[in-house]
């Protein structure tokens, strides 16, 4: 089968008990009532779908939120068996369901994993229950530890962790703690997320500003902390927040990273299918009302051209532990990776990126990539490469000649460049 041809689903479920503080995705509480017709508006945008996709076979299926454990498994299972039915779903394929502990049912879990989900990502965040109350989540750790004891007793092997950093009046020793109580319940893959304050969330409105929130500098201790720690462990970090036993990588994110093809069902998912990127509404009931209803609920569309793949190329492929490679890059940009090249050893010299040498001795597809350093000032040092991505645009920007062709450029970058959340 051909690599290029297969394909990631993603399916948005934006359903759930309460809203936690710091929460901006599309996503509501007490809307239970909207699930039933959600549902069939689902249904019919597969079914719709699916026939104008049969060139493609699907290799991974992510049920993401929201809260997917919320929605119930009946409903999964169902949304499950209309994939199914496209006879292109491959037995190997990864599927996966969010779950927050406190909708993790034993019955339920067993039906996901009789129905063929074979990965389950929980929503934990903090092992400090008092910290948990204060961001408005609904469970306790005491759940996270049952949540993971019903999955594995369920047949689920594959298991994943969410955890966040930063967050009001976290220590560095709450968040150690946190690390090794959540790497006890021998998970095999952990996210840790550094708290990112939106605008229009309630933690915005009450903690923007605060003292209680860790600082630029302790977030940063706080993530080197983690990937040291998780390395110790035997957990490989593969993105700037992702972490894996080996061979338990997320084969759907790493779709997102790797640049390949996706198709999204549901309010405000996306989709990366034939060059095209689109997404679809975040109104729930207006998402629903316009499936049901045979109107439009496109809300972005844009054709991705061969500049476009490039520039995601360096931007996603940096975020991961792989890394970007003269030989990829040329073959897709048909361009000199040079300009690329000289700014990443300046990188290298001030210990933020390093190259890995090809194992088989071709210079071509020696991998560059950040180290832990540099993945914090990651926002920064790709906008560096992306701005370098061809001389017409290094030439345009003469503030990034005078400092990246001279020694010692990268010090006012570094002084500038945000932390990474």
């Known amino acids: 089968m051909d690599e290029e041809k297969r394909l990631g689903v993603y399916v948005h479920i934006p359903f759930c008990a ?100 074979n990965r389950i990502s929980i929503g934990a965040q903090s092992a400090n229950d008092d910290i948990l109350r204060l961001i408005g989540r609904r469970h306790n750790w005491r759940q996270v530890i049952a949540g993971v004891q019903r999955a594995r007793q369920a047949g689920f092997h594959n298991i994943s962790i969410d955890l966040i950093y930063g967050l009001p009046s976290q220590t560095k020793e709450d968040w150690a703690d946190t690390l090794a109580k959540a790497v006890a319940l021998k998970p095999t893959h952990l996210s840790c997320y550094g708290l990112r304050l939106e605008e229009g969330t309630p933690m915005y409105n009450t903690y923007i500003d605060s003292p209680l929130i860790p600082d630029e500098d302790m977030q940063a201790d706080m993530y080197l902390y983690t990937v040291d ?31 390949q093809e996706y198709v999204g069902f549901g309010a405000a998912a996306h989709s990366y299918v034939a060059q095209l990127r689109y997404s679809y509404i975040r109104n729930v009931r207006g998402f629903t009302a316009g499936v049901l209803g045979n109107k439009s609920v496109i809300d972005s569309s844009e054709p991705i051209g061969m500049l476009d793949q490039a520039a995601e190329y360096i931007l996603l492929g940096m975020r991961t532990a792989y890394g970007i490679n003269k030989e990829d890059y040329t073959n897709l940009y048909r361009s000199d990776f040079a300009p ?82």
């Open 229 to 259: 720690f998780l390395e110790r462990r035997g957990f490989r970090q593969y993105e700037i927040s992702n972490f894996s036993r080996p061979g338990f990588e997320s084969r759907h994110n790493l779709k997102y990273w790797r640049c």
């Open 18 to 117: 309460s809203k936690c503080g710091y929460c901006d995705f599309c996503s509501m509480a007490n809307q239970d009532k909207l699930m039933n017709p959600y549902q069939d508006a689902l249904l019919l945008q597969m079914q719709e779908t699916f026939p104008r996709l049969k060139e493609y076979y699907l290799d991974s299926v992510y049920f993401g939120g929201g809260t997917p454990s919320y929605y119930g498994a009946e409903r999964l299972c169902e949304l499950l068996r209309e994939i199914k039915a496209t006879d292109r779903l491959l037995r190997s394929s990864e599927i996966t369901v969010e779950c927050n502990p406190d909708s993790m049912h034993r019955r339920e879990l067993r039906r996901l994993r009789k129905e063929g989900v």
């Open 340 to 421: 690329i090249e000289r700014m990443l050893e300046q990188m290298q010299e001030r210990g933020w990126a390093v190259k890995v040498p090809n194992k088989q001795g071709n210079a071509n597809r020696d991998r560059w990539r950040f180290t832990p350093s540099g993945f914090l000032v990651s926002n920064a040092l790709i906008g560096i490469l992306l701005e370098a991505q061809t001389r017409e645009k290094f030439d345009a920007n003469p503030w990034m000649r005078e400092q990246f062709e001279q020694r010692g450029g990268m010090e006012e970058i570094e002084d500038q460049a945000p932390f990474l959340h």
